[in-house]
């Protein structure tokens, strides 16, 4: 190429016809802007079509209506219950469940109480784990108890981050955890009282 591919408004070189780029070579000329254009609407038509295979595939899209029976009701209200429930200090319950979590992560070692600098081994941000749990309330807490009394060599072993290569920035394993429910949530449309859970979440119920 001997001249660049943009033009100034007007120019009539050879090879630049005003602002459409023409690349000539020999008797065949390549207009570049045409051909973009047909690869934006090549790909655009690509990502269509993967837009409406997922939506077959995992119910995007239109809302489905389905009705729920009364146990998979019980069992949706139970779940929003937990996830509009903050932790509460004054709570004996909700204390109880933070021990728990602290005899999972930490066998062996005298319960510090909700502020302690040993938390953040278990990877909350601060010396209060609470702070971590606003997003998906106690529902987040009550999945890591979960993970810990059903995967308990699981549980340890992610949270010491036991396999694999260690790296200089890690993910904290219990805002992780939080992270984790609050995706969960999300996706599966469990926070509005208004809509009904994605369908394939009721499959699992």
């Not at 047909?38 to 690509?46: A, F, G, Q």
């Not at 106690?138 to 890591?144: D, E, I, V, Y």
Request: proline share 2%.
């Amino acid at each position: 190429l001997t001249r660049s591919l943009l033009a100034d408004e007007g120019d009539q070189s050879d090879g630049v016809v005003g602002r459409k780029q023409v690349v000539s070579y020999g008797s065949n000329s390549f207009n570049l802007e045409e051909f973009l254009k047909y690869v934006l609407e090549k790909v655009y038509s690509v990502c269509e079509a993967l837009g409406s295979w997922c939506s077959r595939l995992f119910g995007f899209g239109a809302e489905q209506e389905v009705e729920l029976t009364d146990a998979q009701f019980k069992q949706i209200q139970s779940l929003r219950n937990l996830l509009e429930t903050e932790f509460d200090t004054e709570n004996q319950e909700h204390q109880d469940k933070l021990k728990q979590l602290w005899q999972a992560g930490f066998p062996g070692v005298e319960y510090g109480g909700q502020k302690n600098g040993k938390w953040k081994d278990m990877g909350w941000q601060g010396e209060d784990p609470t702070t971590d749990f606003r997003g998906a309330g106690m529902l987040g807490l009550q999945n890591l108890l979960y993970f810990s009394n059903n995967h308990y060599n699981d549980f340890v072993t992610v949270m010491n981050k036991q396999n694999g290569d260690r790296s200089e920035w890690e993910y904290p394993f219990g805002a992780a955890g939080i992270n984790v429910t609050f995706s969960l949530v999300e996706m599966f449309q469990l926070r509005s009282s208004n809509k009904h859970p994605k369908i394939e979440f009721l499959t699992v119920l």
